[in-house]
């Protein structure tokens, strides 16, 4: 597919024109970073896994009627997707304390929560994406109650889904964020899973050893983030069952 006019860049993905109206290609970077880019890395075939696991993620919500603004893949490192009107706020949820959550409320990681935890980050990176409540969302008109409560049920129909992939690999799903975007449909709006699903963005421990499987380990420099990732894709299928690290993953249709 020819490459068409950049829309958009971020820290891991570039967005380009479509080749239709109410398209877009999303590219997936080879770039690592860490504290609101602070720390930054170019590890090579990581977007390619990003890519391919993206993918499974968002058919296998598909499969069980979340709707997301993924269409295909279109080769190793890029997809067509859904134009979306992204919402800009970050939803989080959390099943164990890790990370900010473990530092807010002097919990030990790896502590289970009571229930599934939902919070909000306003999608901001020069604010480094704070915290925010549900009474900022709606005082700043990010979204509706209405689109509140379907934000909060989308993000914990894909926790369970997630958590139950991720459990029969023998991973346990920490926490993990998504974004959500509007698709309007004449004066219909709809909500969908977009961006993206991956062990970029989702806290990834092993069950039995509790090694870390996510960016984590580039954030605490814990060893080699292709293997780590490379760790995730093998387990779900992604990658031949006797593959062990590849720095350019050969990938299964």
């Known amino acids: 597919m020819a490459r068409r006019k950049k829309v958009y860049e971020g820290k891991a993905k570039i967005l380009y024109e479509g080749p239709e109206p109410g398209t ?23 977007g390619v896994l990003n890519n391919r696991l993206s993918e499974f993620f968002m058919n296998g919500l598909a499969q069980i009627g979340v709707p997301t603004h993924f269409i295909k893949r279109i080769n190793m490192r890029e997809q067509l997707i859904r134009s979306v009107e992204i919402i800009p706020l970050e ?33 901001d990176d020069g604010l480094g994406d704070p915290l925010v409540s549900e009474e900022h969302i709606l005082a700043f008109g990010w979204a509706t ?89 093998r387990r779900l299928g992604v990658l031949p069952s006797n593959v062990t690290h590849t720095t350019k993953p050969t990938l299964i249709n």
């Open 145 to 233: 109650q209405q689109d509140l409560d379907d934000m909060i049920a989308l993000s914990l129909r894909v926790n369970d889904f997630l958590s139950g992939v991720m459990l029969g690999v023998g991973i346990k799903l920490v926490d993990f964020k998504i974004e959500i975007g509007r698709i309007w449909e004449n004066d219909f709006q709809r909500l969908v899973v977009a961006d993206e699903i991956s062990p970029d963005s989702c806290r990834l421990w092993d069950i039995e050893t509790g090694q870390k499987l996510d960016k984590d380990v580039f954030r605490r420099d814990l060893g080699s983030l292709s293997d780590a990732y490379t760790e995730v894709a």
């Open 91 to 123: 939803i989080i949820v959390r099943n164990f304390a890790a990370g900010s959550l473990s530092t807010r409320l002097g919990l030990a990681e790896g502590t289970a929560l009571p229930r599934p935890i939902v919070e909000f980050c306003f999608k």
């Open 24 to 46: 877009l290609v999303q590219y997936f970077k080879d770039d690592a970073t860490a504290f609101n880019a602070e720390k930054t890395a170019t590890i090579e075939g990581k």
